[in-house]
């Protein structure tokens, strides 16, 4: 099987008489894997399309063009297309350029981050903040320095947590235990067990493929009887949750318990880059001695500047997140009454159960094709094997119309491919 097929890929001709070449048999006998596997991942290749959210242009294989709706978006609130959020971006590049012109250890800060910063801080209210290039960098460099600087520190990490946060206690060299999934029961038996020695609860508030919710005061109330310090992954909520948008824990009133709360700029806030916010000497700390902070060129100043509009938007305005919530909810009644596996959820992830790799993607491509809907199929790693879905994200711009052909299709799909209805029960497959 070749390996490159139909991946979204543009391979140059191969150069045949480089030695290297020999190699590629490594990389296809890895790809073959992935084929054999069901795990091969194929990315369509679309445009979007400024003040037309969520339609889209969608780059068919054989080079034709058409218009599709995107159900799958990470842009919750279409932020990434808000006239002040793209005014701003375009104002600071004319102004600015389009580099950062180097790290900051070599370059300096730019202007527009140190605002970005401040803004941030004040959104937690917490003394300071630090930007990253993504929210996954500021995930692995920022938890496996906080840890690394703890002497003896053993960090408690939810089972569900992001791959960023696994990678963040592993690079910190620290003893990890794992807590079952919001299980406050075992998390209370490991901080126990633990006795006195340094602690970091890493958890996050909003799990982006069930759409369920951490109880953050609880486990702060553990931290503060066992003497833990905790860390908070807001990515899925910043922009979304609370009267200004700093996420469930400004929601739930429990913002000024947690120590470190991270987050991206990338999804609510519709641009780029990732953040943490804490005392002004964790992030001090962070800055003076996190690898992927210090190596790396930092964020653009125009798209800094893009941040901090998306965030003082969204800090005085609540009413995409009002729209927001209400389109989500009315997606989970119709998809619900039109008799499909709908994962119960409080937020706005709306997952579709398929239970199987090949029927998810079949499903997920039957979408695209034949109605012009783009749902990415979500399967392992991601998920684990027998829980595939279909991760539906609803935004402030689907409207009623939307979301009538998004059913209509998913009904029609569903018949088609038979896929399993609501009522079934979706079990993770044993390795
Ligand atoms: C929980 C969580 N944390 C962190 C990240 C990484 O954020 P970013 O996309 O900004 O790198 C993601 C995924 O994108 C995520 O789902």
């Keep these: 099987m070749p390996a490159q097929r139909n991946s979204g890929l543009s391979l140059a001709p191969l150069a045949e008489a480089r030695a290297g070449a020999g190699y590629d048999r490594f990389f296809r006998n890895a790809l073959e894997s992935l084929h054999s596997e069901r ?40 932020m990434g297309q808000h006239p002040e959020v793209v005014g701003a971006m375009v104002e600071t590049a004319g102004r600015c350029g389009v580099g950062a012109g180097g790290t900051r250890n070599i ?80 998390l209370e038996e490991l901080l126990r067990e633990a006795g006195d020695r340094p602690k970091l609860i890493a958890f996050e508030s909003v799990y982006s493929m069930d759409g369920d919710v951490a109880p953050i005061g609880r486990i702060c109330d553990l931290a503060d009887r066992y ?28 913002m000024d318990r947690v120590d470190v709360i991270e987050g991206t700029l990338a999804k609510g806030f519709g641009c780029v880059g990732g953040y943490i916010t804490a005392s002004a000497a964790i992030c001090d700390a962070v800055r003076s001695f996190a690898a992927g902070f210090i190596f ?53 992830i709306v997952p579709v159960m398929v239970g199987d790799a090949e029927l998810c993607k079949a499903a997920a491509d039957h979408l695209l094709e034949r109605h012009g809907i783009y749902i990415q199929p979500i399967n392992y790693p991601t998920v684990p094997r027998g829980t595939e879905r ?42």
């Design 390 to 431: 279909l991760r539906i994200t609803p935004s402030p711009f689907h409207d009623a119309a939307h979301i009538a052909r998004l059913t209509e299709a998913l009904a029609e799909t569903w018949a088609t491919l038979a896929l399993p209805k609501a009522g079934t029960v979706f079990v993770e497959a044993a390795e």
């Design 296 to 348: 790396t060129t930092a964020l653009p100043p125009a798209v800094a500047a893009a941040a901090t509009a998306s965030v003082r938007y969204l800090k005085r305005s609540g009413a995409e997140r009002a729209a927001h919530q209400r389109q989500a909810a009315a997606t989970k009644v119709a998809l619900e009454a039109a008799g499909l596996p709908v994962l119960p959820t409080d937020t706005h």
């Design 39 to 78: 795990r091969y991942r194929v990315f369509a290749d679309i445009e979007r399309i400024s003040g037309r959210f969520p339609t889209a242009r969608w780059r068919r294989p054989d080079g034709a063009v058409s218009e599709i709706t995107v159900w799958c978006s990470n842009d919750y609130l279409g």
């Design 107 to 186: 370059a300096g800060n730019n202007s527009p981050l140190v605002d970005l910063e401040r803004e941030l801080a004040d959104l937690h209210g917490k003394e300071a903040g630090l930007v990253f290039t993504s929210g996954y960098v500021s995930n692995q460099a920022g938890i496996s320095t906080i840890a690394k600087l703890i002497p003896n520190c053993l960090i408690l990490s939810d089972a569900f947590n992001h791959n960023s946060m696994i990678e963040g206690v592993r690079h910190s060299g620290c003893e990890k235990k794992i807590f079952r999934h919001n299980d406050l029961g075992h």
């Design 227 to 254: 003497g833990a310090m905790t860390y908070l992954d807001e990515v899925h909520a910043v922009g979304l949750y609370g009267p200004r948008g700093a996420g469930i824990a400004e929601r739930d009133g429990v």
